[in-house]
């Protein structure tokens, strides 16, 4: 079955980076595009990027450009997103989830979240 | 950038009623070419992530009760949840996979009357 593992919670201080990872099973990991979506406490969900894992081609929402970088290691089949210059309205719930074999598609599969808090 | 707006905010419909949730994006997400709308539902409980109930606007995630449904075209969908059940309380969102960023609608709370 397909399933995305997230790796912990992440504790940072403003001004840190952070790398969460998003290791992929039950499927032919190079063949979905993988996207990654964050949820402020309490607030709606906000759409972050995508990678596609074969080519390590990528794409970021705006707000996040100069900032994100999302990559993959196709060995053990796992995406990263690291976030750099933290500040305290980047504490979040960050999930990862497959999209479809084209960069447009829905997102069938989520992972669990990795919470990150950033505070002093 | 795609602006997803969703109503009500909120609404309560005594178990067994009909919930009826609108989107409206603020363009078009009918791909002419495939004549496909680029138009997702989820569905997310407390401390869970998101879980996919209807895609392509109309489809049906395997899996997902057939109480839940979704139609519309161009820009305005709606997802209807034909005899709401207890476990159905959630928060719904829609989002459109059209053009990146693929902007979610702010969500709609729905809960037992």
């Known amino acids: 079955q397909v399933q995305l593992e997230q790796s912990g919670a992440e504790v940072k201080k403003p001004g840190a980076s952070v790398k969460v990872s998003c290791k992929a099973s039950g499927y032919t990991f190079t063949s979905y595009y993988l996207y990654w979506v964050r949820q402020a406490p309490g607030q709606g969900l906000e759409w972050m990027g995508w990678?596609?894992?074969?080519?390590?081609?990528?794409s970021y929402a705006q707000n996040f450009q100069g900032r994100v970088t999302m990559t993959s290691d196709t060995s053990i089949n796992t995406v990263y997103m690291e976030l750099n210059r933290l500040r305290s309205a980047d504490t979040a719930m960050y999930y990862c989830?497959?999209?479809?074999?084209?960069?447009?598609?829905?997102?069938?599969?989520w992972g669990q979240g990795t919470l990150v808090t950033v505070s002093s | 950038d795609i602006v997803m707006t969703e109503s009500p905010d909120s609404l309560a419909v005594p178990l067994g009623e009909r919930a009826t949730i609108n989107c409206k994006s603020s363009?078009?997400?009918?791909?002419?070419?495939?004549?496909?709308?680029?138009l997702g539902w989820y569905q997310q409980k407390p401390g869970q992530p998101p879980k996919l109930l209807v895609y392509w606007a109309s489809r049906r995630e395997i899996g997902v009760p057939d109480r839940f449904s979704g139609s519309g075209s161009g820009t305005d969908f709606t997802l209807t949840i034909s005899s709401l059940q207890a476990e159905d309380v959630a928060v719904y969102y829609c989002?459109?996979?059209?053009?990146?960023?693929?902007?979610f609608g702010p969500g709609t709370r729905v809960d037992i009357k």
């Open positions: 363009q078009s997400v009918l791909y002419t070419s495939n004549n496909t709308n680029y």
């Open positions: 989002q459109q996979y059209y053009s990146a960023p693929f902007t």
């Open positions: 990678i596609n894992p074969k080519s390590g081609g990528t």
């Open positions: 989830a497959r999209g479809d074999i084209v960069e447009r598609g829905p997102h069938d599969f």
